[in-house]
């Protein structure tokens, strides 16, 4: 096709929808007027509000329109705009009436510098809860793009908060059956959590037959919620009932696991399994299952050496196994209800010792969507000398809509199959183990590694491309695998595609409009 014609086509269309802004190059007659007629003309015409600039730095989130803004989370807003004090910081006071906020700031009037918690760019929102009206001010430091506020009685509103505890608050299309004003509001504690102690909650109400979503939100905002599988700001949570039934909902503000009643059964103290062993009395032997799953945990301090340890769940045959402890300090032991198993857990794995990158070569090739058919090899380093085994588990993922998300891969009811690491190298202090599997269909794929049969690394659920190390449940990482018979059309190769998007086209805000009413073309 040629390329001249489509500019051509190109250019047509863009000044038929007014897109491109280009000068007439007609041979007009000079207009005259008069110095009256132009005065009258600058009078008339509106002033254009000043907009922000690219060193401006705003104040944003659900507070903007309580100091001021035409609406919440709007970046261009002038009116929140921080001032210098000429000591690297930037200041903004403004009153706040009672209530829980989100915020965060930005730079430039746009969405593509901002920061968050800890002032680093792109992270969560910063929570503030306010139990009265409060003139707040808020500063940005230049240098380390830290936010923090203050306000009178601070430290004595904090105190009360923290003795009233966290807030934890069932959030989604539950809360109006149980009497909320709305729906996905974290700040409406009609659906308040109640404290069961250990870190549990509970929350229990009667729902009708229908198909539900929610989450878990913390001291009433989305500052800080947690989704499927414990995971911070995920997917929502889906509950199907066939008929009218009674439901618990549980939380662990630990794990950040959740459940309900329909699908696991919460054991009280009298029924929760029991560690014993060779290392003597345990304060509180009891094991809580912190990840709602089934896995019972008990944490104690123990020396470096061999240890016999029995686990007795009520109802149950007792588990006893010999335990090698590689140093001393913490152990934390883990009974696995379903597979009758003892995992104990001495911090032998280094933490920080274990990586991957799944955007770097060095631990995925190719990194990027892959063919069905292309074999994918995938690296892990960990700390020398700490892991003895490892595997790379795969899933393939089970694609769920209309999941409170577009679309939501569900990796656990997809299929999974194991491939085993080999310890290729060893780097400075650092092992690398390496396996290689060949996706065979197209679909959405996700993988994650598991050490000496005990930890999990997997995607840490946070921007970039790192992990995070867990006993169980963490997020895999993505992969897409698209078919092998996908052929980009040819006619798409030298096309130029516009896209419009029709509500911009539409008005939203008047308070905006600069166009004289009685602008003409003479």
Request: aromatic share 10%.
């Amino acid at each position: 096709m040629d390329r001249k014609k489509i500019l051509s086509r190109a250019i047509g269309m863009s000044l038929t929808f007014g897109l491109l802004a280009v000068p007439f190059a007609t041979s007009m007659p000079d207009v005259v007027c008069s110095a009256a007629e132009a005065a009258a003309v600058q009078e008339s015409a509106p002033i254009k509000a000043a907009a922000v600039q690219k060193t401006d730095v705003v104040l944003v989130g659900s507070l903007q329109d309580e100091l001021g803004a035409a609406k919440e989370w709007d970046p261009a807003d002038t009116k929140t705009i921080m001032k210098s004090d000429g000591a690297g910081h930037h200041v903004l006071t403004g009153h706040l009436p009672k209530g829980n906020y989100d915020f965060k700031v930005v730079v430039g009037g746009s969405w593509d510098v901002n920061y968050g918690a800890n002032g680093e760019a792109n992270d969560k929102n910063i929570a503030l809860r306010l139990l009265k009206d409060h003139d707040v001010t808020f500063t940005y430091d230049d240098a380390t793009h830290a936010v923090t506020y203050d306000y009178a009685g601070k430290d004595a509103e904090e105190k009360a908060l923290a003795a009233e505890g966290r807030s934890i608050v069932l959030t989604g299309t539950v809360q109006s059956k149980a009497g909320a004003a709305k729906d996905w509001d974290p700040s409406d504690t009609t659906t308040r959590m109640k404290a069961i102690g250990h870190d549990f909650y509970s929350y229990k109400m009667k729902l009708p037959a229908g198909t539900y979503y929610y989450k878990i939100s913390v001291n009433g905002s989305w500052a800080e919620n947690y989704g499927l599988g414990g995971n911070f700001d995920g997917a929502n949570v889906q509950l199907t009932l066939p008929k009218v039934q009674e439901v618990t909902f549980y939380y662990n503000d630990k794990s950040h696991h959740i459940a309900d009643s329909t699908s696991y059964t919460f054991r009280a103290d009298k029924d929760l399994p029991v560690l014993s062993g060779s290392f003597g009395a345990v304060d509180d032997p009891l094991m809580r299952d912190q990840m709602l799953d089934n896995l019972f945990q008990k944490t104690i301090p123990l020396q470096k050496g061999d240890y016999t340890v029995t686990v007795k769940m009520p109802g149950e045959d007792a588990l006893t196994q010999q335990v090698n402890v590689a140093k001393d300090g913490d152990v934390t032991f883990y009974y696995d209800s379903k597979a009758k198993r003892l995992i104990a857990d001495d911090g032998r794995i280094r933490e920080d010792k274990v990586y991957h990158d799944s955007w770097s070569t060095n631990y995925r090739v190719p990194f990027e969507a892959v063919k069905e058919g292309t074999p994918v090899k995938l690296s892990l380093a960990t700390g020398k000398g700490d892991v003895t085994s490892a595997k790379l588990v795969v899933y393939k993922a089970k694609i769920t809509a209309n999941g409170g998300d577009e679309y939501n891969p569900d990796y656990t009811a997809g299929t999974v199959t194991s491939y085993p690491m080999t310890k290729a190298s060893t780097s400075g202090d650092q092992d690398i183990w390496t396996a290689s599997f060949t996706p065979t269909s197209y679909g959405l794929y996700g993988y994650k590694f598991v050490l000496n049969d005990t930890k999990e690394y997997g995607d840490d659920a946070k921007p970039g491309s790192t992990g995070e190390l867990k006993m169980r449940g963490v997020k895999p990482y993505q992969l897409t695998v698209y078919s092998k018979d996908y052929k980009t059309p040819d006619w798409a190769k030298d096309a130029v595609c516009y896209q419009i998007f029709p509500d911009r086209f539409f008005n939203g805000d008047k308070s905006n409009d600069n166009a004289r009413a009685n602008a003409h073309v003479r």
